[in-house]
């Protein structure tokens, strides 16, 4: 996205769960380098603001999993709030003009009841180290923000779907049960008593969080923004409609819910829609539907 609109471009990634064969296509246009290397070493990060002098930062480097920071909180404190600080100590040294942080409209969710839907000013349920790191990272960049003289945005993503996905993490049950099913094997739902169909979230499509991300950086929002479709579906109602648009039928077994799991997740995004003129367009059958198109493209 940022090529095609003109940006010179410095991406910085440690290859723990990204794959360089995704960057095949511009991995040698003129105006994008990239660096294998981690946010954490801070070494490494001055020499980049040094050399490329970046005006506008869009940090996705995270560890991502809810699961996983529960079983090993130090390292999700580790990734999300030291490996930030690096990149906000590289700022007080090479000031910017935009930042774009990405945070958790799931693991930010307030406790949802009834009909209604988490909004930016609700309290969240902080119920997991990564809610924690992530919500303590949305209040550092807006303290450095108000001192050093920087525009940002927040974007709190619901669940991201869509090619090239990695399949873990909570973003990864849709890879994770294509991959099954396409593969012919069961998958594994948790599920609360009261709540056999699984937990519910919110998943929109990758191509309109590329769009949200444009947005960003052409007029900064100031403040935290929801991402997502303003949809509650319960996970096993994904399941199902991964079956019908591959056309499969392929069995799935029930288990205990995880540690650090919000039960219930749907996010209001009328914020992103008055301040940056943003909206989800796709919805999740034409989300799997292109994803399927896409599969078969690579074939």
């Not at 990149?87 to 942080?101: G, M, Q, R, W």
């Not at 009834?114 to 807006?142: C, H, M, R, V």
């Not at 205990?256 to 997740?265: E, K, N």
């Amino acid at each position: 996205m940022y090529i095609a609109e003109g940006y010179n471009v410095v991406c910085v990634d440690n290859l723990v769960s990204g794959n360089l064969n995704n960057l095949s296509e511009i991995i040698k246009h003129p105006a994008f380098t990239f660096v294998q290397g981690d946010i954490r070493d801070r070494e490494l990060m001055m020499q980049i603001f040094q050399a490329y002098k970046p005006n506008e930062i869009n940090h996705h480097a995270a560890q991502k999993s809810v699961a996983y920071s529960v079983e090993n909180p130090s390292y999700d404190l580790d990734i999300n709030l030291v490996g930030l600080m690096t990149i906000l100590d590289c700022v007080k040294a090479h000031p910017i003009e935009n930042f774009i942080y990405v945070s958790s409209g799931g693991a930010l969710s307030k406790k949802i009841e009834g009909n209604e839907k988490s909004s930016e000013t609700d309290t969240p349920q902080l119920i997991s180290p990564y809610a924690l790191t992530k919500f303590t990272g949305e209040k550092y960049i807006e303290m450095y923000a108000a001192q050093y003289g920087y525009d940002f945005t927040v974007v709190r993503y619901a669940n991201i779907y869509g090619p090239r996905q990695v399949p873990d993490g909570e973003c990864g049950v849709i890879p994770i049960f294509l991959n099954n099913i396409l593969a012919e094997k069961p998958s594994v739902l948790m599920t609360y008593p009261d709540m056999p169909n699984g937990c519910t979230r919110d998943y929109v499509y990758v191509g309109d969080v590329v769009e949200i991300n444009k947005l960003a950086s052409q007029k900064p929002a100031n403040t935290v923004v929801n991402v997502g479709t303003g949809e509650e579906i319960a996970i096993l109602d994904i399941y199902k409609e991964i079956l019908t648009v591959f056309e499969k039928d392929v069995a799935i077994f029930i288990e205990a819910p995880r540690a650090g799991d919000v039960r219930r997740s749907v996010l209001d995004a009328q914020r992103a829609e008055d301040l940056l003129g943003w909206k989800s367009k796709v919805t999740l059958h034409e989300g799997l539907t292109k994803l399927r198109a896409h599969l078969e493209v690579r074939k």
